[in-house]
């Protein structure tokens, strides 16, 4: 049986994946799309070497940090833990099986963040855990700022797994994240071939899918509904960015949500998600999808192109490694 | 017999009602409304005098026209004639029953428009007859620069009429307006109590109310959709205008339209207005309504503040009269 | 200061409001309301005397259970806590304090819910705590099945609240609620008017409002967007329930929801409810409105009617109080 | 120059493009695509032969006729005349070019049809001349019967042609239409590849590709907006039609509509489509797209399918010819 019970006590009480840190060219660059044409908030700038942006309904600091470094780079990804004690454990978690990267603390915390402990799971991935960030102004009222996609969050992260069971353990025996969907393969003795994993309560904080891994396949910014995707396509092709249009708008069997892909300048994949739904309830069953159903990708039946199955940010620091199971992607012909 | 057919040879050929003048008190106040928050485009400017805007979907000149000027009055509304000739044969037959004011042509012509004739209808109102405007550039498809209520272009003029059955048969029988809806009485013999009149094959360009008139209710400006209405909304609290909604959103039994009703600065009443139907096939039949039926005025049963029954903008150079029947308004109690 | 810390151990740890159940004088009548104009499923039917429903995304037997006994009247208010467990400590505190009024198991248990505690709040509001329900189909994705206003799932309560603090004091302090925005006095020494508390990491799971009460205000049902709300209004007011609707749709400036009110045949209220916001994060600062300012009821500025401020369902064997503070409704005029 | 002036006198006055007759192998089977899924009205059938169906707003009896016979295969193109006189000057004219098949009058004439005049254009396509149809319940505000896409009436054919300057010169020389966009090639002697010809006032009644033609490539039906062409997918998703979509949803730039295209299970091509503009100014002058322009077939840059560029229906009775240019499809790589 592949799916394990989340992790009664698990070594950190994590809340929610909460930023990301992206290597990039050139900020201004960035700024265009994840700014102008995605509507995201600036909250600080360190002139042409790093902004922080957040979303229009992000009370905190932020969602999206860019560094002008390793461009095409996933630097880290962000972890809110419940509380500064579960932070406290954390660090000693990571310390005892040696993974601890650095404990930053006082000045040298992270822009907007409070004390954050930087540490890898056993993958290699840079995680950022923390428990707080300063608050700053919500937009959520301010609709005269409204434009392109109105971004008002991140909602989840995707990753390639290149030991897809492994990875399963971990995140759901050690850190406490909850099965939500699952594909697996119509074999006598099933594999896993893509997780939905959550904390906060709705489809998920992390999705994994097997392959070259692990890579960042991509960050899911929440969006209000479906005329704000569209208004964000009319928006990018008129703004020089109709090329950064890579998948849809559709519909992902998967999560049920209303989705578009996007390439940033550098690369990096971002995702305007919405329309999931909640999965707190105690009876929740983790849903099944055979690998071999093609409505689980997308409910309307259109193909993604071979970039989306092939393409992804490496982790800053990390060796890739080829998947356990061959990537059997299903594209366009 | 209320309704008589449109008359086959009008006494001009109207292709529709395609612009409105109004006195404005300050040009820029009225920027902040028409431009800034119902995402109109300016065409021209005239100092602190005058300003043209159009819809975004326009490649003609203007569709409104601001003046500094009596504030609070409509100084006229402007005819598009299918031909050059049309506009001479409208002048002779103006000429011929004396409500031709004037012909504009050359240097005297007004800005951004071809020649002008300028009469009054049989109960003052100001029209203004004309060809063509000059070609402007469509921002139809700059996407980047939508915003607020997006106004695309005008649909349609509302008017109160003191003697609803002359002005019916003036607009019928004489500019070969056809009758797309109407409420009347339910009297043995009904009485017109309203009309909905096109020449453009939609719903309406003019729709005439029995009422202290004549006086302009309201100016129509066509949106793409429901959600530009309610985006006009939050936009509208949020920028100083929430004062300026006076009725909805809400659906129109009559015409169907999804409409919200503003005031301008100075007063002067504009619906956003979308979703009516076609009317050019030639079985089309008028749609009766009874003068108690709740849901011509609003499908969903809200009622109209008073004011919406009330007050409208005088007609420059006109003098208003008691209307024929009295005005029984459905308020909110 | 009014405000206060929730629990760091309440008495129960709920995870959210779940359902509610409401005396009717006709099951048939109510599912046209419910199932055919809101588009909600029926989980359950016991002849005519109760029905068992739950949203388009529910995969838990029921959030709303109607019975034939008591019409417009609320019979309870069902809580879901996060482990059995937890159940028997709640039990055992509301023994403790006296208000336990049953423990349903085994076969006494209601209907698709599990072992089940009947207790009070202080102020006799009949509660219904449980761990979980029976699982049933999801029908997240049978789109064919989707019509009017396809509510997806409960979202929370309003109540009446005649002594606001001390209601505030038990939910907060005993219970655990955490406070996301609220309403105050401008006063030397402000009192707390209303109040928005959650558990499941949105706005809100129960709102209070200072009136004649305890009393039930509303019910908030999710819908996935606004056009689900124009569309309810729509199928509304062609199946005999234009008069259902009692207010809006339009934008609260609390919690950002765009929102429509209906009275269900036995004068229920119901809100049709979507676009807040999360609440998770741990920097996250209740929000303050003064009661003087008008954009808290709605952003767009349209006067509620009277009704809404004066009428709700009462709870089952509860007499109701006078408020504290004179209720100062802001209606049309 | 490629482009000419519509007729000043045409053959014949044609209000607008009416309906389509198109060959089906199994009734059912189509009324569960076109009543089922996209929501249109049935308003006859003719036990397992034929079934003519309107859209919601349509008054007039049918829009879409289907036939159990030559399946596939396009069986007319439907187009309203101005006035009966209209029609004997249609059918005069076409008896004197040799083109005129029949005149169907008395009980001969079609169902639900007025007298009808059989003709073929130059090219061979079937052309089927008439002034009215019976008028039927306009189903607009039955806001309880609408589902899929909601289908309110038809806006457009979209035919290839293997002589486009040649069906160009007729299509605007003799029948009057107005060009509102075109495509031509970068040539020192451009050569046009592509036209949207309108009479009722937006963009298109017919377009015209090259191609191998005459044939049909599609039907346009209108929809409201977008976010019925979404929920349009995810029923057709549901209900077995997942691999009807071919194409989009998306943006095209010509026209500026919102679209979708679909294959009916005989194969034959639908577009719901929403979203263009008015035509209908003096002013308005014909917009160019070059061959070379990406944004032209759609702005947001996705590829169509290869199958959108090759296959079509034939027209019943008609031999295809190769085009005069050679297909330039840019397809999905």
Same mark, same amino acid.
């Given at each position: ?7 009664? %006590? ?11 840190? =992206? ?14 044409? =995605?509507?995201?908030? !600036?909250?600080?700038? #360190? ?79 840079? *995680? ?22 109105? !971004?008002?969050?991140? #909602?989840? !992260?995707?990753?390639?797994?290149? %030991? ?10 050690? *850190?406490?994240? /909850?099965?939500?969907?699952?594909? +697996? ?40 509904? +479906?005329? #704000? ?21 559709? /519909? ?39 690998? #071999? ?34 990537? /059997?992607?299903? !594209?366009?012909?």
């Amino acid at each position: 049986m592949p799916l394990c019970e989340p992790a009664a %006590e698990p070594a950190v009480d994590i809340l929610r994946v909460s930023h990301v840190e =992206l290597g990039v060219s050139d900020i201004e660059a960035s700024l265009a799309f994840y700014r102008d044409a =995605l509507g995201m908030v !600036v909250s600080a700038r #360190d002139a042409d070497e790093a902004v922080w942006l957040r979303g229009l309904e992000d009370a905190s600091h932020h969602c999206l940090v860019l560094r002008r470094t390793q461009p095409g780079t996933c630097l880290g990804i962000g972890l809110r833990v419940r509380s500064e004690a579960d932070l406290d454990r954390a660090a000693a978690h990571f310390a005892a099986v040696g993974t601890l990267e650095a404990r930053l603390d006082g000045s040298e915390r992270p822009r907007g963040q409070g004390p954050t402990v930087l540490v890898r799971d056993p993958f290699g991935v840079p *995680l950022s855990l923390y428990h707080h960030q300063d608050t700053v102004a919500r937009q959520l009222q301010n609709y005269d700022r409204y434009h392109g996609a109105a !971004v008002q969050r991140l #909602d989840h !992260v995707n990753c390639f797994a290149a %030991e897809l069971q492994a990875t399963h353990d971990y995140y759901t025996g050690v *850190l406490g994240f /909850r099965v939500s969907e699952y594909t +697996e393969t119509d074999e006598a003795q099933p594999r896993l071939w893509a997780l939905w994993l959550h904390r906060k309560g709705n489809v998920h904080d992390v999705a994994l899918t097997n392959g070259v891994g692990p890579r960042l396949h991509h960050v899911g910014m929440w969006v209000r509904g +479906e005329m #704000d995707v569209i208004n964000a396509c009319d928006v990018l092709a008129v703004t020089g960015f109709a090329g950064a249009i890579e998948r849809g708008p559709g /519909r992902h069997g998967i999560s049920n949500a209303f989705f578009l892909y996007l390439r940033d300048p550098d690369g990096h994949r971002i995702e305007l998600f919405t329309g999931d739904y909640r999965t707190m309830d105690p009876e929740f069953a983790p849903i099944r999808w055979s690998l #071999d159903d093609p409505r689980r990708q997308t409910l309307w039946g259109q193909p993604a192109p071979k970039t989306w199955f092939d393409e992804g940010s490496d982790f800053s620091g990390v060796s890739v490694r080829q998947p356990v199971m061959p990537v /059997r992607p299903q !594209v366009a012909s």
